[in-house]
């Protein structure tokens, strides 16, 4: 019997999955357009699959090894059943490897178990309890039926008395089984993680993310501009269908695994935000419904099953609820540990600008602060709202060369918004300092320069984004320079990885950018920079998201530290899991309550290791983790580290450049009348 | 009567707001003026009211990125009544008033470029003949031709009114801030271009005009010994001492008390 049913079960499973296929595909073409190498994007699954996303599943050991035997004994025994029981290939070596392949996906399937019982908060419950079982039922199922094709059993046993029953009870198992693994991979089950997530590796939105076998960085974290030359087009998202088709399809992948949750600051701080129920929340929008059948750790403070949505109505209402609450996206801090994180390669971040955007560009809803600051830096190009001209005011001692005057310089420093900041101001004088006494030849843009527009953008608003990077990029081609150095992780993210996409023939805007931890290396390996001992207590670092994840630069800041003599004291969360410490994407502007702070988080990591002193290299951080309250370690910029730390050789034979100084002065402006 | 004396409600009300030219304080670069952008907000707030915006002035580039801003507001449509550099505009702006028959017409008490001398509103009661009231804090009912009001007074204080429409009423900063003026339907707006003749403005034109000089401010020094007393004292507002409030009294007795005061005071010889 099972000769005539096994066939037949096998191949209504496989149409079944084929037309809901079918459906999921549609699904997903519901979102804007998108144009992707289609065959090229396919040729790549298996290394991307093999190479990279198994490079973020290692990071947990115990899944990473409970995945290869689940997954790999899954997709052989799949295609092994399809043709020795589909097609009735009777031969035995075949059924061997099939009996190898299930018996590792069972061993796979106790794994699964075990990692759930009792599963941990950040995995979700409900259908996904019962997927080990399943697991579990596909492989005993298909196990059991294949003995007699090894040669195990005699051929017919499962043909009369007994061997009847047992042959209706594999049956039913493996029903079961195929239901799980072929059905409920297209339909919606746990399983559709295996089938879009094969998909999304291959039509991924940032295709620079994956290795190419040439070595190099892979990393692909600027966002994307936003066409505005077409006056009628909607600006960002507003309902799930204005995704691009692949982003819906990313969302889709999802496995739940909640990595992104684990790590997520806000998420963390209590604040109404979970970076996989939103993911979530955008699946239940694509199909619509409600988010009542969510199974895992709802947003802070909002219980599942009062928000619904549908791929043409809005994701955030104007008025009342509909599937996601607008403190959800403002809670984000763009910190990126939630893309980092995330198994699947889906780009949290990229969907939660996108619907920032819509709310900024078209409901002109950015809450708290929020409308202040993008009125700010429209008409000072400061967030303060400071006067433009004033840039320069706290430098008025220092006499720094300006690019207006020297029309070329080694190395351009970008000073940034901290300007207008007295403790910024502080790390600024300090790595002027250090500039002088390796006799770098620099200069800066003042009053020239214009916010980065960094904030403006992560706030949604890229018109004022485009328009003062523009403005910079336009000031920048006026000069020559070798490299642009900044003391903010934002402004370089910013310069480096977004400028470039608005820059134009006359105007190419690909410059060579680095954070000053990375300048500083560099002078300290030319041995540029004498120090004195290390005399301070202990030190912990702490990793800017902007430095860190963002831009892949872990190294430097601690090469510096360590040039300095100090040895440091890492903290449980640093490097590529370093904590946000709350300052980013316009998160202080936005304000978003939540239990506790961002930052009292990040300081309780730096007290557990026990530092007296924690670096940062970033004012954001240092503005952020300076709020805590006493006693708290205290907080020092690198630069002032480093500044502290100099020998400053005799007057005699100091450098040329500072006796050149005053430089010439400014011809008289005309005042306009 | 052009308005709607049946409407019981704010809803059904035709309100007309005057919108200038911003500039910003400390850039001089063009934007919405906050005053009037203050007026269009409290338009807007206003339950089921039609609103239409008026500018009167040049069709500049500069000019349309400040009118935008009014736009980005939630409004489809600004008219710019062109007139030209030179022009008085309250003639045109008391024709398309007329024409458009609103019941209220709202607009910052001042403006941020040009004269800005505040007069507008007045001359323009003037020519239509209508009520005027300044520093409006909020409409509360719209019946029978008539507006319940609440006027803001210094220091908080509120001061309810009743005025017969048409009616003009001016906003300043102490009215609710404007909402955030969004970028995607402020350039989908439209302005509607409307032409008029310019009376040109033969007083402004004898003008001399010059930047204005800084002038060193005197610091007030306030002796005291508590913080107390030092926050009252940088809290406070000049209290303009002295004076009297007249109740009931016939329009005739106030007027008189007026005119002697502006006699006293030397506004009138
Ligand atoms: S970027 Fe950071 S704050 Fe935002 S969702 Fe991801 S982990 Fe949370
Ligand atoms: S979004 Fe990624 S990290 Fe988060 S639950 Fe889904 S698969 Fe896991």
Redesign the pocket.
């Known amino acids: 019997m099972l000769d005539t049913l096994l066939p037949i079960l096998l191949f209504s499973a496989l149409l079944l999955a084929a037309i809901g296929a079918v459906r999921r595909v549609r699904l997903w073409r519901q979102g804007r357009p998108s144009s992707v190498p289609v065959i090229k994007g396919l040729m790549q699954v298996p290394r991307r699959y093999l190479v990279d996303l198994h490079h973020v599943v290692e990071r947990d050991k115990y899944i990473s090894h409970t995945h290869v035997a689940t997954a790999g004994g899954f997709v052989l025994a799949a295609l092994l059943a399809i043709v020795v029981h589909g097609f009735g290939l009777q031969s035995a070596i075949l059924g061997w490897v099939l009996l190898a392949a299930t018996t590792s996906m069972f061993i796979g399937s106790l794994l699964v178990a075990k990692r759930r019982s009792p599963p941990p908060s950040r995995l979700s419950k409900g259908p996904w309890m019962r997927l080990p079982k399943s697991l579990m039922a596909f492989s005993l199922g298909m196990f059991a039926v294949t003995l007699p094709t090894a040669g195990i059993l005699p051929e017919g046993v499962f043909q009369s008395g007994l061997g009847w029953i047992a042959a209706l009870v594999l049956a039913a198992v493996i029903v079961w089984g195929l239901g799980e693994m072929f059905f409920g991979m297209t339909w919606g089950g746990p399983m559709k993680h295996a089938f879009a997530g094969a998909l999304h590796l291959a039509f991924h939105r940032r295709p620079e993310r994956f290795s190419d076998g040439t070595g190099g960085e892979h990393r692909s974290t600027g966002l994307k501009a936003l066409k505005l030359d077409d006056d009628n087009a909607k600006l960002g998202v507003e309902k799930p269908a204005d995704f691009t088709w692949n982003q819906l399809l990313g969302f889709d992948a999802?496995?739940?695994?909640?990595?992104?949750?684990a790590m997520c600051p806000a998420f963390a701080a209590g604040q109404p935000l979970n970076?996989?129920k939103l993911?979530q929340d955008m699946v239940v929008g694509m199909a619509g419904g409600s988010d009542a059948k969510y199974y895992g750790s709802p947003y802070p403070g909002k219980p599942v099953g009062e928000h619904e949505g549908h791929p043409h109505g809005p994701i955030v209402a104007r008025q009342g609820t509909s599937l996601v609450d607008p403190e959800t996206l403002w809670s984000c801090t763009t910190c990126r540990a939630?893309v980092e994180?995330?198994?699947?390669m889906?780009e949290?971040v990229d969907a939660i600008v996108d619907m920032r955007r819509f709310l900024t560009l078209e409901h002109g809803n950015t809450p708290n602060k929020g409308a202040e600051v993008l009125d700010n830096l429209i008409a000072t190009d400061n967030p303060g709202g400071f006067d433009p001209d004033s840039r320069l005011h706290w430098a008025a001692d220092l006499n720094l060369p300006l690019m207006a005057d020297k029309q070329e310089a080694d190395v351009l420093l970008w000073l940034g918004d901290g300007v207008f900041d007295m403790r910024n101001q502080r790390t600024l004088r300090a790595f002027i300092s250090v500039l002088r006494a390796a006799n770098v030849d620099f200069a800066v843009l003042g009053n020239e320069e214009r916010d980065s527009g960094d904030v403006a953008r992560r706030l949604g608003d890229e018109a004022t984004f485009q328009t003062l990077a523009r403005r910079n990029i336009q000031t920048l081609s006026r000069y020559r320079f070798a490299r642009i150095v900044t003391c903010d992780p934002h402004s370089f993210h910013v310069l480096k990885n977004e400028y470039g996409e608005l820059g134009t023939a006359q105007t190419p805007a690909d410059y060579h950018v680095q954070h000053h931890s990375t300048y500083i290396s560099e002078l300290v390996s030319a041995n540029k920079l004498t120090f004195k001992a290390w005399k301070g207590g202990s030190v912990t670092y702490h990793d800017p998201c902007y430095l860190g994840r963002y831009n892949g630069e872990y190294e430097a800041p601690r090469d510096v530290l360590k040039a300095l003599g100090i040895e440091i004291k890492e903290m449980a969360r640093s490097g590529y899991r370093s904590r946000c410490c709350g300052g980013g994407g316009g998160a202080p502007i936005t304000d978003i309550p939540g239990k506790q702070r961002i930052p009292d988080m990040r300081m309780e990591d730096v007290r557990e290791t026990g530092a007296d002193l924690v670096a940062v290299g970033c004012p954001q951080c240092t503005a952020m983790l300076e709020g805590v309250v006493e006693p708290r370690a205290g907080i020092k910029d690198i630069a002032e580290l480093v500044a502290d730390a100099l020998i400053i050789e005799t007057p005699a034979d100091q450098s040329p450049q500072r006796q050149q100084a005053p430089a010439a002065p400014r011809p008289a402006l005309e005042v306009a009348s | 009567m052009p308005h709607n004396a049946t409407s019981s409600t704010p809803g059904g009300l035709n309100v007309a707001v005057l919108v200038s030219i911003g500039r910003h304080p400390l850039t001089a670069r063009t934007r919405r003026a906050d005053q009037d952008a203050r007026a269009v907000e409290m338009a807007l707030t206003l339950d089921g009211a039609s609103v239409s915006l008026i500018h009167a002035g040049q069709q500049e580039r500069e000019h349309e990125e400040a009118l935008r801003g009014y736009l980005g507001m939630g409004i489809d449509t600004v008219n710019l009544i062109q007139q030209c550099p030179q022009a008085d505009v309250v003639p045109a702006l008391a024709d398309a008033l007329r024409q458009g028959a609103p019941q209220l017409v709202l607009s910052g008490a001042r403006a941020e470029t040009n004269e800005a001398s505040g007069v507008l509103p007045y001359l323009l009661a003037e020519a239509l003949g209508w009520p005027i009231i300044t520093n409006l804090a909020a409409v509360e009912k719209v019946e029978q031709g008539m507006a319940t009001v609440l006027q803001a007074l210094p220091r908080g204080k509120r001061r309810r009114l009743r005025i017969r429409l048409p009616a003009i009423a001016t906003v300043d900063s102490s009215a609710p801030a404007a909402r955030q003026s969004a970028f995607g339907p402020a350039r989908r707006g439209a302005l509607e271009h409307l032409d008029a003749a310019s009376d040109i403005d033969e007083a402004l034109a004898a003008w001399q005009v010059q930047p204005a000089r800084k002038r060193p401010k005197r610091l007030k020094i306030v002796k005291s010994s508590s913080a107390r007393d030092r926050f009252k004292a940088a809290a406070a507002k000049a209290d303009g001492g002295g004076g009297q409030t007249l109740t009931d009294v016939t329009p005739e007795q106030g007027a008189e008390a007026i005119f002697k005061l502006l006699k006293e005071e030397g506004v009138l010889r």
């Open positions: 999802c496995v739940q695994c909640g990595r992104c949750e970076p996989k993911i939630c994180e995330c198994p699947m889906i949290h």
